[in-house]
């Protein structure tokens, strides 16, 4: 009898716990289909490692439809570890091209002492506009902090996103954030059937 109660204890503490971070969280500050990054976090490249260009690959991979590509240099003499967090957004110079975000971790490193070009797994988050080029760069913004992404976020961050049926399905369930009603309820049950 104590160690049920004992467990009973435990769920509610974790319920609680739940609600406390949903209740954290800001709603959206963007209308639908105009998104723009906020409310958000600020986001720091670690020291070191400087930003050379980032452009659109202008193509599809197995793990984007939209990737971007990151021209970096590490200035130091070791090597040095990048995490960037779910939610990173990276703006356009031009406003006629859509904003892209990362929708899980991504992490890699950077040799010492030269440049390096990285693919990021971006997704789109304005479907009325341009799909981002080789003619079109791009900067770090900041990392989206808001209920309904993350959601999306917490359902991706086990998931295997590397063919292009996962990808497209997430894909088409940022643009229910960004530009539709949000996520539906379909949506949501494919991304958790995900592997």
């Not at 976090?41 to 202008?58: A, D």
């Not at 793990?63 to 703006?91: C, E």
Request: glycine content about 6%; overall charge negative.
């Amino acid at each position: 009898m104590m160690k049920r109660i004992k467990i009973y204890v435990l769920l509610l503490a974790g319920l609680f716990s739940i609600a406390t971070l949903c209740e954290k969280l800001p709603e959206r500050q963007w209308e639908r289909g105009a998104f723009e990054p906020i409310p958000g976090k600020p986001y720091q490249l670690p020291e070191g490692i400087t930003v050379r260009e980032i452009r659109g690959l202008g193509e599809e991979t197995t793990f984007s439809l939209m990737p971007l590509q990151a021209a970096l240099l590490n200035t130091t003499s070791n090597r040095i570890a990048v995490k960037m967090p779910a939610g990173l957004v990276f703006s356009p110079l031009d406003h006629e091209y859509q904003y892209m975000m990362l929708v899980q971790e991504f992490s890699f490193s950077v040799p010492p002492d030269q440049d390096t070009t990285i693919l990021l797994p971006t997704y789109g988050c304005n479907e009325d506009l341009d799909e981002p080029d080789e003619d079109m760069t791009y900067e770090i913004d900041i990392q989206v902090w808001e209920r309904e992404f993350n959601e999306l976020f917490t359902i991706l961050k086990p998931k295997n996103l590397n063919n292009i049926d996962a990808v497209e399905l997430v894909q088409d369930a940022v643009y229910e954030i960004t530009d539709g009603d949000g996520l539906t309820d379909t949506t949501r049950t494919l991304l958790k059937q995900l592997p």
